[in-house]
């Protein structure tokens, strides 16, 4: 059982490209979830989805898109990367949003230049 | 919304116990979690409060104090692999976690 896999692992994107992220699990988990990570700030939510079909807004939103099209994937699109965008970036699940614990990915580190 | 707020760093010896403070300002309290993040690894689920009290997980326990928007991880019997970041989470009435900036927790032999 992999759990929950994200990917690239790493990646470096100029300025003004489009890049998505890709997370999947395999847990059949309701509730997925998009953080990014800064030195200093913490996680921070960018976007969620508590069932496949629905999404919502985190605390960081901008600049990013998510879409739920089944369970077990959740993408994150970052329509035209800017620099303020370098992050390492986490997806987590959850049985439901009313779990006591999130189950996070391991990671992808983006840079974008 | 959530203020969240930690120490940065805390250095302990081998064998010691280690508390690490957290104390928040919410518009929904629905829970707290504390989670453990080693260096370049995800963040893995250590504890979960949401009546007041102590939990208690072997060598980890969690304390919350709801009327305080204070909680504390006591971490005892420090070994030289707990030496990583520990990340206090506060859940909102929406489910939604904000997460303080973490605490980086060093071990000395």
């Known amino acids: 059982i992999a759990g929950i896999t994200q990917a690239p692992t790493s990646q470096i994107l100029a300025a003004g490209r489009r890049m998505t992220l890709r997370c999947t699990q395999d847990m059949r988990h309701n509730a997925m979830y998009w953080y990014r990570q800064d030195l200093g700030l913490g996680l921070r939510l960018i976007h969620y989805?508590?069932?496949?079909?629905?999404?919502g807004k985190g605390e960081v939103p901008d600049g990013y898109s998510v879409s739920r099209a089944n369970t077990d994937d959740f993408p994150l699109t970052l329509a035209s990367a800017v620099p303020s965008q370098t992050s390492v970036y986490f997806c987590?699940?959850?049985?439901?949003?009313?779990?006591?614990?999130?189950?996070f990915g391991p990671g992808t580190r983006l840079t974008v230049l | 919304g959530q203020n969240i707020d930690q120490p940065t760093e805390m250095t302990a010896t081998e064998g010691a116990i280690v508390q690490i403070n957290c104390t928040y300002q919410?518009?929904?309290?629905?829970?707290l979690f504390w989670y453990q993040q080693h260096a370049g690894e995800a963040p893995t689920f250590l504890s979960y409060n949401v009546l007041d009290g102590l939990e208690e997980k072997g060598r980890f326990s969690s304390f919350l104090s709801r009327s305080k928007g204070y909680s504390y991880l006591l971490l005892k019997e420090l070994q030289m692999k707990d030496s990583a970041s520990y990340l206090c989470?506060?859940?909102?009435?929406?489910?939604?976690?904000?997460f303080g900036a973490g605490t980086t927790v060093t071990v000395r032999a």
């Open positions: 987590a699940s959850s049985p439901g949003q009313e779990a006591d614990t999130q189950y």
């Open positions: 989470a506060v859940r909102d009435r929406d489910y939604k976690l904000s």
């Open positions: 919410t518009s929904g309290f629905n829970g």
């Open positions: 989805s508590n069932t496949a079909g629905t999404t």
